[in-house]
């Protein structure tokens, strides 16, 4: 198959001598301020961190990647510069020209050894699972998501612990693939994170309209995280495209059939510059949900170095480091998405670049916005935020669980986000029934009031959810964004409405200029 007839390729467009002076995907998701790389510069590159990718394989042995001893393809080596395993057992052990898979590892990981390249991934220092699916110049052949988490936690060692597939299947009801991607997370593997693309299927080129409900699966199922695709920045976007702050038109869709948000969040995927397969050192720019894919799974890659260094400020009596659940991972880069400002465009080189209306928080265009962790994680010396974290805590059915914290703004003056409350709330649900039509088994709900400094509610001070006026009972990711008043009080309440279990789990992040208060009703 010719890369550029790929399906999952948007477009190509070659690359001449790389220079380092933009680094687009790292600075736009880490700060959305040009340039800047906070995780970068707190020392967060994804240092012992493992990404899957499961594509059509890669050149081991390309600039970005290698050298790979062959010792990969027959067991886990933990010696080597990027890629300690290669499971060829659904693939051929080759990469054709161009490489999809190549692609798609070098946005989420791939470096030149001992240098700050600007086609290097999002977490540069992060090594690779590869799970190839392609044989020869055939189609990719989607492995079941067993098999998928199976083959990450084939080691003694390290396993992997964030997947991320830039293929995808139609959109339709909740299929039995969904099924089993949900119960693998939520039964034997909660922590781990499974990053989808939602597909290009957006924009309808005969009719020029925007396409709704065209994300594909495992995209739409419940417990993965599904990631559509923004325009870049600056030599990245051709003439006559808005940039970053609009949404590319080929980036599919929701709602799912059950009316759950979908994607859930987007990163630029118009367009990545990556290493081109089996032609040293060469690099093109790639546009596609295939890219931001990738780069958002990288994100978690350096989420979770994050929580495993303990670069949490913290006051916990056994130190700040925890093993972050998938839950976490997922809570905290949507928590972190802040939504586009712009419209949907069309953005492809060879296309007119029409606009197709207004997004919104929290729609079916972009979910919860672009990514930027540092409006989600503290960073000491990077930013001024506190956060509040609950790693995979239990609840029992009816059960209330409740946090109380005070406004600080003084603390975070001159900034633009001195009142600005984020907190998200994440958990993995149970697997619905094939095509059903709420697919929702455990409901928890998230609400946030405004309190007296004794605790009591003050009237209509009740926030709700993902931009609705009443309680979310869909969605299994919940999250409130609003400006605190000066030195108020607050209320952040969890309460599992209707379980189907007697317990379950929850992961949730809290983040802004506060400080944590003791429960002031209790005696």
Same mark, same amino acid.
């Given at each position: ?14 690359? *001449? ?55 990969? $393809? ?30 798609? !590892? ?19 220092? !992060? ?21 998928? $988490? ?25 299929? $039995? ?41 495992? +995209? ?8 559509? !695709? ?17 949404? !590319? ?47 958002? +799974? ?43 400002? *712009? ?37 000491? *010396? ?99 964004? $609003? ?41």
């Amino acid at each position: 198959m010719a890369l550029s007839t790929h399906p999952s390729i948007l477009s190509i467009e070659t690359e *001449g001598p790389t220079q380092t002076d933009d680094f687009e995907s790292q600075w736009i998701t880490q700060s959305r301020t040009e340039r800047k790389r906070p995780l970068r510069g707190s020392g967060i590159t994804g240092k012992n961190q493992i990404i899957t990718i499961i594509d059509s394989g890669l050149d081991i042995n390309n600039k970005y990647f290698g050298p790979t001893s062959n010792s990969v $393809f027959d067991r886990w080596d933990y010696s080597q510069r990027k890629v300690v395993k290669y499971d060829h057992s659904m693939g051929d052990k080759t990469e054709p020209k161009g490489g999809h898979g190549t692609m798609c !590892a070098g946005a989420a990981a791939g470096k030149v050894a001992g240098t700050d390249n600007n086609a290097n991934g999002v977490a540069e220092d !992060a090594k690779l699972h590869i799970i190839d699916i392609q044989n020869g110049n055939g189609g990719l052949r989607m492995p079941n998501a067993y098999s998928i $988490f199976e083959s990450m936690h084939s080691t003694s060692g390290t396993p992997s612990r964030i997947a991320s597939g830039s293929s995808s299947t139609a959109y339709k009801a909740y299929p $039995f693939s969904c099924r089993f991607f949900d119960e693998v997370l939520h039964d034997m593997y909660p922590g781990d994170l499974y990053v989808a693309s939602t597909g290009n299927d957006g924009y309808d080129r005969s009719t020029k309209v925007s396409k709704m409900r065209t994300v594909g699966n495992p +995209a739409a199922c419940k417990n993965t995280l599904a990631v559509g !695709a923004s325009q870049s920045h600056g030599d990245r976007i051709p003439a006559g495209a808005k940039g970053l702050e609009y949404l !590319a038109a080929f980036s599919s869709r929701g709602p799912t059939y059950d009316g759950r948000m979908k994607p859930d969040l987007v990163a630029p995927g118009a367009s990545v510059l990556v290493p081109y397969a089996h032609e040293y050192g060469k690099t093109v720019q790639e546009s596609g949900t295939s890219f931001s894919t990738p780069t958002v +799974a990288g994100l978690g890659a350096l989420v979770r170095q994050y929580f495993e260094e303990g670069k949490l400020p913290c006051n916990w009596s056994n130190g700040c480091k925890l093993d972050p659940s998938g839950s976490l991972v997922k809570a905290v880069l949507m928590n972190s998405a802040t939504s586009l400002k *712009g419209e949907v465009q069309v953005s492809e080189a060879y296309l007119e670049k029409k606009l197709l209306g207004k997004v919104s928080e929290y729609d079916s265009n972009q979910g919860m916005g672009l990514v930027q962790l540092d409006s989600s994680l503290p960073l000491p *010396g990077k930013n001024r935020i506190k956060a509040i974290v609950k790693n995979n805590k239990q609840i029992k059915d009816q059960e209330i669980q409740d946090i109380y914290i005070r406004a600080t703004p003084g603390k975070c003056a001159n900034t633009s986000y001195k009142h600005e409350l984020r907190v998200t709330l994440a958990w993995y649900d149970l697997p619905g029934a094939n095509s059903c039509a709420k697919c929702l088994v455990n409901d928890l709900d998230l609400v946030i009031h405004s309190v007296t400094a004794n605790g009591g509610v003050k009237p209509n001070s009740k926030q709700y959810p993902n931009g609705l006026n009443t309680k979310d009972n869909r969605n299994n990711v919940e999250r409130i964004r $609003f400006e605190m008043d000066d030195k108020s009080y607050y209320r952040i309440r969890v309460k599992a409405t209707n379980l189907a279990t007697t317990t379950t789990k929850y992961s949730l992040i809290g983040s802004g200029c506060f400080e944590w208060v003791a429960d002031p009703t209790s005696s």
